[in-house]
């Protein structure tokens, strides 16, 4: 199988290639040229498989340059051996009758990331041996909160690679501060940049465009990679999940085979719920995929109108990691719905620099809401789900979860349809404490660690070891720059 760019589909790699670039040397995202489809029983085979049975399953229909074997042995490494504190890795809990949470935080770092950065390093390190690369792979990753400790985690002392990581100075929550700037491993680095996540995100997508600095790197025997979702072998791994969560109902019979179950998804730069259609398209029974917004609202408004406008006011709010204006990944849809077509992405892509917006035709636009629904939440009906959870259901959720949930609520409300729904829930409450204590009642919450101590005392949850353990942990890095000195700073992390 290929992969071609989403700004030129002449520009094909196959996914080792792929996934060793991350990005096109055009800016592109690469894409499968092709997606296979699930057999007629294959969702019944999955059934009584492991999650890691499944996500070898569904990997190697995309991988044709990777043997079983190999996707095995990843596989086992990235989801077995007490890496996650699920037997299930990513369990599906039933909130209500006809809502199910899908919790995708059971791993190292307490976020959805893991489910990817846990299996991309060795995906990654296998195809440098697969395309005979000499040089180290530079990762570099910019971050709204937990891509960035996700990914330092996935790739510490991983041999032939050196990651350095970027984030908002002041755009993500303590604890995930904490989680960086304590990280351990000697090829590691991270960076504050002065600004919100889409000027680091843009600054990184600047620097792998840059061929001058790619020729000075290439010169010190490094290359460019990503662990960003703009990589397929980020995208990839979040498609199993999505499948192993219909599995699972099938399994424990919560609804029969060829039920259709709507998926609610918490999203800032498209990436999870783009997984979401691909499991529809490989042909998983899903129904309405519906796009969940903060206040930063740009998606939303996307879905509902066809015109992506990021030239608005930007908000800093308690759910940190969807505090985004530049949705990178809509780009693989727009390819998608244009029906592949470079030249219109192209476009798009031209018009969003230069202009800060873009329009698509009216049959883009009718194919988003052909399949996509939207919504958003704000802080104060964020902290008003989570209280509602809490207190009707028992169910303690992060401020990310709890926009999901009210959108999915909304979207009830104004559709009456009452389909069973599966809300994807991307980080542990415990990494958001403060928000969450304040969401439930509690006056004047202690911050950071104190708050997470607070939380497990307030609710009789343990928090995750990894969170408790961060006491412990020395803070290793602290510097803070201006966007315009990304370049230099890689420069220097590379000497």
Not at 315 to 328: A, G, R
Not at 451 to 458: D, F, R
Not at 460 to 488: N, Y
Request: proline letters at 4%; one cysteine or more; glycine letters at 6%.
């Amino acid at each position: 199988m290929y992969y071609v760019s989403t700004r030129d589909k002449s520009n094909r790699r196959m996914a080792a290639e792929a996934i060793a670039q991350g990005l096109a040397a055009d800016g592109g995202l690469y894409t499968p040229e092709v997606f296979p489809k699930l057999s007629h029983n294959a969702l019944q085979s999955m059934k009584d498989m492991s999650y890691q049975q499944r996500a070898v399953y569904i990997m190697n229909a995309f991988l044709d340059d990777y043997s079983a074997a190999e996707l095995t042995a990843f596989a086992k490494r990235a989801y077995g051996d007490g890496k996650f504190d699920a037997k299930e890795v990513a369990p599906v809990r039933q909130v209500d009758q006809n809502t199910y949470a899908l919790e995708l935080w059971h791993g190292p770092t307490c976020a959805f990331k893991d489910m990817a950065l846990q299996i991309l390093p060795h995906l990654l390190t296998a195809a440098l041996k697969k395309n005979a690369e000499s040089r180290t792979a530079c990762i570099l990753t910019a971050t709204s909160g937990d891509t960035g400790k996700a990914a330092l985690e996935g790739f510490r002392d991983v041999a032939q690679t050196r990651i350095l990581v970027f984030y908002p100075q002041d755009g993500v929550s303590q604890v995930q501060k904490l989680q960086m700037l304590t990280q351990e491993g000697e090829n590691v680095g991270v960076c504050a940049v002065e600004g919100n996540f889409d000027d680091a995100q843009t600054g990184v997508k600047k620097i792998f465009s840059d061929p001058k600095l790619r020729q000075a790197l290439d010169e010190r025997g490094y290359f460019f990679s990503s662990a960003n979702s703009i990589n397929w072998g980020r995208v990839l791994p979040q498609i199993v999940y999505y499948v192993s969560a219909y599995c699972d109902l099938l399994r424990d019979e919560k609804i029969q085979p060829g039920d259709t179950v709507n998926v609610c998804v918490p999203t800032g730069n498209f990436g999870d719920i783009l997984a979401g259609y691909y499991a529809k398209k490989m042909g998983v029974p899903l129904g309405r995929l519906i796009c969940a917004s903060n206040k930063n609202k740009v998606l939303t408004d996307f879905i509902r109108t066809g015109i992506y406008d990021r030239d608005r006011e930007f908000y800093t709010t308690i759910s940190p990691s969807m505090d985004i204006l530049i949705s990178s990944n809509l780009e693989r849809m727009l390819f998608e719905f244009s029906g592949c077509n470079d030249a219109e992405v192209r476009s798009y892509m031209d018009q969003l620099a230069n202009q800060g917006r873009y329009e698509v035709s009216d049959a883009v636009k009718a194919r988003f809401a052909d399949q996509f629904s939207a919504g958003f939440c704000d802080d104060e009906d964020t902290r008003k789900t989570i209280a509602k959870l809490w207190s009707g259901e028992h169910y303690l959720a992060d401020p990310h979860t709890a926009v999901a949930f009210h959108v999915l609520e909304e979207y009830r409300k104004t559709t009456q349809d009452e389909r069973p729904a599966i809300v994807v829930s991307t980080a542990s409450p415990f990494k958001f404490s403060s928000d969450v204590l304040e969401a439930i009642g509690v006056k004047d919450p202690a911050e950071g660690l104190e708050a997470v101590e607070q939380l497990s005392e307030k609710t009789g949850i343990a928090p995750p070891h990894s969170l408790a353990a961060l006491r412990h942990r020395k803070v290793r890095f602290g510097q803070a720059i201006a966007k315009e000195q990304m370049a230099d700073q890689v420069l220097g992390f590379l000497k």
